[in-house]
């Protein structure tokens, strides 16, 4: 799964990276844990742009939003033939903007927090799935990673990982024609996977209250 990323970005670099006209102000973020605001990438049908949603997805249809913190992840390898996710896998994809994401490795003394960025590229996206709810006055835009099987690397850390599309995989994932979702899921799963690095960190970024640098400090 994916439970916790980092946004460590300025505008410029954002804004170059994927393709944007405008800047959109977003903070850096050391610990981004669900149902918090995400930098969201989208493609409106003439040029790319860029918003926050909030992780964890609401189901248009949904009738209680709350469900919206057990929504955070979508299994890729059964995403089309979920209710939740199968509309959305054809027709509202979207990129989730990060620079590395923290995984939680079983040991004999416990979880030890790890930092997983890819070599080479400092800015990538998480492929994501994004709805829109409405009840009455309220409105909440949402969404959710895409994870599937742990890659040679991170099976060492854990069993399953977030979709990290390369870069030349991203325009495709964005593109507004509808395809079937079963296409999507094997494009996604067809994709290679970017070299990747990880280093141990402190149970510091364990709690979500905290948002600083300590949360990526390396313990060696």
Same mark, same amino acid.
């Not at 709350?66 to 992840?73: Q, T």
């Not at 709810?133 to 599937?148: A, Y």
């Given at each position: 799964?994916?439970?916790?990323?980092?946004?460590?970005?300025?505008?410029?670099?954002?804004?170059?990276?994927?393709?944007?006209?405008?800047?959109?102000?977003?903070?850096?973020?050391?610990?981004?844990?669900?149902?918090?605001?995400?930098?969201?990438?989208?493609?409106?049908?003439?040029?790319?742009?860029?918003?926050?949603?909030?992780?964890?997805?609401?189901?248009?249809?949904?009738?209680?939003?709350?469900?919206?913190?057990?929504?955070?992840?979508?299994?890729?390898?059964?995403?089309?033939?979920?209710?939740?996710?199968?509309?959305?896998? !054809? +027709?509202?994809? *979207?990129? @989730?903007?990060?620079?590395?994401?923290? %995984?939680?490795?079983?040991?004999?003394?416990?979880?030890? &927090?790890?930092?997983?960025?890819?070599?080479?590229?400092?800015?990538?996206?998480?492929?994501?799935?994004?709805?829109?709810?409405?009840?009455?006055?309220? !409105? +909440?835009?949402? *969404?959710? @990673?895409?994870?599937?099987?742990?890659? %040679?690397?991170?099976?060492?850390?854990?069993?399953?990982? &977030?979709?990290?599309?390369?870069?030349?995989?991203?325009?495709?994932?964005?593109?507004?024609?509808?395809?079937?979702?079963?296409?999507?899921?094997?494009?996604?799963?067809?994709?290679?996977?970017?070299?990747?690095?990880?280093?141990?960190?402190?149970?510091?970024?364990?709690?979500?209250?905290?948002?600083?640098?300590?949360?990526?400090?390396?313990?060696?």
């Amino acid at each position: 799964m994916c439970g916790r990323f980092t946004f460590i970005a300025n505008p410029d670099e954002v804004m170059q990276e994927f393709d944007l006209s405008e800047p959109l102000d977003f903070p850096i973020r050391y610990n981004i844990a669900p149902t918090q605001d995400v930098f969201v990438v989208i493609h409106d049908g003439e040029q790319n742009r860029a918003g926050t949603m909030k992780w964890g997805l609401v189901p248009s249809w949904s009738k209680d939003p709350a469900i919206g913190s057990k929504m955070i992840n979508a299994r890729v390898e059964t995403a089309d033939q979920k209710p939740s996710f199968k509309r959305l896998m !054809e +027709r509202r994809r *979207c990129l @989730i903007v990060a620079d590395s994401f923290y %995984e939680w490795k079983k040991g004999k003394d416990g979880k030890q &927090p790890m930092r997983i960025s890819l070599e080479g590229r400092k800015l990538f996206a998480f492929a994501g799935l994004w709805d829109r709810w409405k009840q009455g006055d309220e !409105e +909440r835009v949402t *969404c959710t @990673i895409l994870t599937k099987e742990a890659n %040679e690397f991170m099976s060492s850390i854990h069993n399953r990982m &977030p979709v990290i599309l390369p870069k030349d995989a991203e325009e495709a994932w964005l593109a507004r024609d509808i395809k079937k979702a079963s296409d999507m899921k094997d494009f996604i799963l067809q994709l290679p996977d970017d070299d990747m690095t990880a280093y141990e960190i402190s149970s510091h970024v364990n709690n979500p209250r905290y948002d600083d640098e300590h949360c990526i400090a390396s313990l060696i």
